[in-house]
Every structure is written in structure tokens, then in C-alpha cells.
T-cell receptor
């Protein structure tokens, strides 16, 4: 059974650029959640996708957007990058529909640095 | 809104000492509470998951308790080792929500 994978591992961008981060969910999981973790803080929920539809969103601006594909893999897109977007971006997959007790399984994260 | 607090923010102990990490949360309508370990610059490793109907979970040297009514959980690590040095995060899953709500973590250093 393959766990959650994320790519790339590290990424450096400049202010104003756009970035796409990718996540492959664990086999059999149809829900993907994205979190942002700034240095020294706990992860903050960005949004969640269930069967290709966004079904929950945290307090992030619209320039944070996402997609989920038929194979349940997912992308996080961030437009007009700002310095404060520098963080570890974590993807988590789970087998249920989101509003439930299902455990979320985390990937290794993508470290984004915005200069 | 669920608030999750972890105290202390940092902890340094000599090898062999027992560790006690605290987590408190404001909304007791939870499905479960989870403890994670995070090494510097790395992702999250799940240590223990306690369902809301449970009082504790154990795995090896780790034991986590849950008191839902008072909004508290404690992670005990027995006989600490230098390899236990990491940041420990707790997270709760509300019945009414999609996401995990995390604390800011406790950074542990075990001195050899």
C-alpha cells in the first residue's frame, strides 16, 4: 500500500509568481485536505476536496485554489505569491467524506520559499 | 471556533526522564484527538489516535490520555531518549468540521 506522496520536496519562487504543488493520496482514499504550516506554528487548514469537489475551506484568500482529479490526486495552486506564503505545505488523505471520524494520513510536505 | 493550546512551548530534559506534554481544547464535541511527531523540516508522523469514547491509548513507551469533559489530553513518554527530540503536535477533529485543528506544538530536547 502506497502512502501519501507530495511533489516537489522543495521549491523557491519570487513574489508575484504562481506555484503548483501536487499530492497523490493513499490507495483507496477519496478525500484530500491541504494545510499550511508556517515556521513555529501548527498546520492551518486550507481546503478539502472530496470526489473532485471542494467541500470545506479555511480562512485563506481566493488566490489559493485547488483541484482533485478522478484518481483522487490533487493540486494546490497559489497565485500572486507573497513573502508570507513561505511555509511547509502538507497534504493529507482520508477514506471518508470529510465530516467524520476518519483518520487523515499526511504526506512529507513541500517546503515553499518565496523571495 | 476550536482553539487548541499546547503547554509548554519547549521542554529540555536529561535522558531517562519521563516526559509530560499537555494539550487543551475549547470545544469538547470531538470525534477524536491525535498526537503527531514532527522532525525539523519534515512532515507529520502519527503517534496515537484517541477516539472520543476512549480514555487513553498506549504504544510502547507512549501513553496518551483524554478527558473530553475538561478539554484536556496528556502525552506521556517514558524513559526519554535523545531520539525522542522533536516537536510534538496535538490535533482534534470536531464533529461539526472537516479539518483537524492543531496546537502550535511542544518542542522537546532530550539531552544525552
Amino acid at each position: 500500500e502506497t502512502g501519501v506522496t507530495q511533489s516537489p520536496t522543495h521549491l523557491i519562487k519570487t513574489r508575484g509568481q504562481q506555484v503548483t504543488l501536487r499530492c497523490s493520496s493513499q490507495s483507496g482514499h477519496n478525500t484530500v485536505s491541504w494545510y499550511q504550516q508556517a515556521l513555529g506554528q501548527g498546520p492551518q487548514f486550507i481546503f478539502q476536496y472530496y470526489r473532485e469537489e471542494e467541500n470545506g475551506r479555511g480562512n485563506f484568500p481566493p488566490r489559493f485554489s485547488g483541484l482533485q482529479f478522478p484518481n483522487y490526486s490533487s493540486e494546490l495552486n497559489v497565485n500572486a505569491l507573497e513573502l508570507d506564503d513561505s511555509a511547509l505545505y502538507l497534504c493529507a488523505s482520508s477514506p471518508g467524506a470529510g465530516r467524520g471520524p476518519d483518520t487523515q494520513y499526511f504526506g512529507p510536505g513541500t517546503r515553499l520559499t518565496v523571495l | 471556533k476550536q482553539e487548541v493550546t499546547q503547554i509548554p512551548a519547549a521542554l529540555s530534559v536529561p535522558e531517562g526522564e519521563n516526559l509530560v506534554l499537555n494539550c487543551s481544547f475549547t470545544d469538547s464535541a470531538i470525534y477524536n484527538l491525535q498526537w503527531f511527531r514532527q522532525d525539523p523540516g519534515k512532515g507529520l508522523t502519527s503517534l496515537l489516535l484517541i477516539q472520543s469514547s476512549q480514555r487513553e491509548q498506549t504504544s510502547g513507551r507512549l501513553n496518551a490520555s483524554l478527558d473530553k469533559s475538561s478539554g484536556r489530553s496528556t502525552l506521556y513518554i517514558a524513559a526519554s531518549q535523545p531520539g525522542d527530540s522533536a516537536t510534538y503536535l496535538c490535533a482534534v477533529k470536531l464533529v461539526s468540521d472537516y479539518k483537524l485543528s492543531f496546537g502550535a506544538g511542544t518542542t522537546v530536547t532530550v539531552r544525552a
